[in-house]
Each structure stands twice: as structure tokens, then as C-alpha cells.
């Protein structure tokens, strides 16, 4: 259970409940039609009301509709109940998931920040509505996924709730209809006997970190930010004692979430193969190579100078390493070596088999 300061995003399991009007904002997409559905609810009409949800959506919102260099992501669709004021609805959130996963759209992404409450034996979630009851708590994630199993469609669903990880969970009396189809992901904020933190400043615990990881935080070098990369980045952010987030897939491919710039061009990838014919290859440095060469008494050479540069670029994301020196600048004063990391040999691969 989640402890001061972090109250949690629950109600007690006995209730079976836990984590307005609807404002939308929306993008166009350009290589693929891709919907996601954002919902923050605070406003609760027979639970406690929460503090974060409103801000959570309202922050994740334009991270899921733009890309970093500005270019359409996400059709993005909110739904949100700021306490006291808003209010979503189960019949609502329903309706918006029919839409969300009608045909018609190449991916769907679900993200839900509320009250959750746990199923019997840890297994399903709710996700609690502003009119939940005793008997009608919201939308049985089971709901969802009869949704989700209906589509055609990749989907991706991020849970910011208490118990969210019992989402997807099969106990022995469901069909097969309850397992993750095939193009399916899931990254939850805690376990299913977990709760959800929110923070003092009024953000979930989760979320906040979800926010720095789809700002960058969680992007490959190529600058690509998955699921996978997600729970990655997420995974690291809680210690041993904290909510521990959950992923589950069931997929061949991962699906980009949102597309940061690459750390290191693209064009300088393609090189890799130019300068290590070999992935194991050495490349040899001289003092040519470095452009505050004063000391050495040598002209300048834009050549070598202006890969040295771009060799730099990759030593800084862990691509090249220098050989018999510390320091890629004392490799090529000292007439030394560099070479391609492990994951610069992986990078090596795919610019050598034109997949980059």
C-alpha cells in the first residue's frame, strides 16, 4: 500500500471501487490513422475524489498528439472530470470505447487515470467512473477487452489505477476470449495487489514519470519510444518498495507510441558500415582528426574533421568507443583507435542490411 506522501488512487476493496463534460483535443495522422482515448477522472459522486487524474490527462495529451518534431501522432480524444465539477460517466466511457475501437483505424491507444478496484482473486480491474455504485463500480476492464478482441487493430492500454495490473488477467472460469489477442499491449502502474500513488503536487506518481518517458526519456537512439521502452524507463523509476509497474504483449512488433528526433542522425548511422567495414574493425585516428589540433602544429583537414565529429556523436550515445585512451580526443592525438560497442555493432547491422 502506498504510504505518505504519496496517498494512493483507491478505495477500499470491500467497496469494490479504488483510481464533465468532455473537452477533446485531436490531430490528423499522416502515415497511419492511429486514435487514442485520454480519460482523468478526479470528480467522484460515492468515493473519495482524486487530485491528479485532470492534470495527468491534461499533460499526456499533447505528447500522444505530436510527435517531437511536431508531426501528428495520435487522434487525440479526452475525457476528463475535474473534482467538483466534471463528470464521466460509465455509459460515457462506454460509448467513447465503441468509438475508440471501431474499424476504421490502423492503432488505438487507452489511457486511464482514476480510481480502480480490484476482481475477485486479483483478477480483472474496474475502472471506477464518477457514477459509480456498489453494484455498478464503472467499466469492468473484462468490458474492454470484449472491445479490444473485437477489433482488427493494434492497441496499446496504459493504466494509471489502483490494482491495474489484474487488467488482463485470466482466472481459471473465463474463455480464451479473455487472453491478450495477438497486437495487443499493456503497461500498468502497479500490480493487481498494489496501490497507485498520487504526488502532493497533485499528479499520479506514474504518470508524472510517463510524461518524462514519452518527453524523450524512454527513446531509442533512432528516437523511437515504445511500449517496451516505456515500461523499461517506468520500471527503473520505482524502487523495491514502491508500486511496481506491470507490461504485458502479446505482439511480433512493437508500435511506435510517440517518435522523438534521433539522438543521432540518421545519416550518420548509414556511415557506420563506411567506417568499420567489419563490425569488429578497428578505425584508426590521428591528430588530423581533431579540430583543436594547435598544439600539433598540422593544418586543418575538414575531412577527417568532420567525421571525427560525427564519431564523436556516436561515442556520446555509447555507439563507438575509443581504444587505448580514455577520451576519444587523446585517441586521435595519440594516433589510437576507435571502435564499435556492442549496441554500435547492432546499429552497424541494420545501416549494413538497409534497414535504417
Known sequence: MATAPNPPRWVPRPARTGRGPTSGTSSTGSEMLRRALVVGIDNYLSVSNLTGCVNDATALAPLLARNEDDSPNFAVQTLTAPADEGFVGR??????????????????????????ASGEGGHDVTLITSDSTSQTPGVFFTEVQQ???????????????????????VPAALTAG????????M??????????????????????????ALDGGAADVLGHVTVAGLYAYLSEAFGAW??????KAHVDRLQDIRRCDPFVPLETLRMLPGWFSA???LYALDPTYEPDKRESGLPPHPEHEAIFKRLQKCASAK??????AEH????????????LTPLGRHYHHLASGGRI
Open 91 to 116: 455509459d460515457q466511457f462506454l460509448e467513447a470505447l465503441d468509438d475508440l475501437f471501431s474499424p476504421g483505424a490502423d492503432m488505438s491507444l487507452l489511457y486511464f487515470a482514476g480510481h480502480g
Open 147 to 169: 472491445r479490444i478482441n473485437g477489433c482488427s487493430h493494434e492497441v496499446a492500454v496504459i493504466l494509471d489505477c489502483c490494482f491495474a495490473g489484474g487488467a488482463g488477467g
Open 178 to 185: 479473455a487472453v491478450l489477442r495477438q497486437g495487443v499491449s
Open 187 to 212: 503497461l500498468t502502474a502497479s500490480r493487481a495487489d498494489q496501490t497507485s500513488a498520487e504526488t502532493p503536487d497533485g499528479r499520479g506518481l506514474f504518470s508524472s514519470y510517463l510524461e518524462g
Open 242 to 247: 514502491d508500486q511496481r509497474p506491470m507490461f
Open 279 to 281: 563490425a569488429r574493425d
Open 319 to 324: 555507439l563507438v568507443e575509443p581504444v587505448g
Open 328 to 339: 576519444m580526443y587523446y585517441a586521435a592525438m595519440n594516433s589510437k583507435w576507435c571502435q
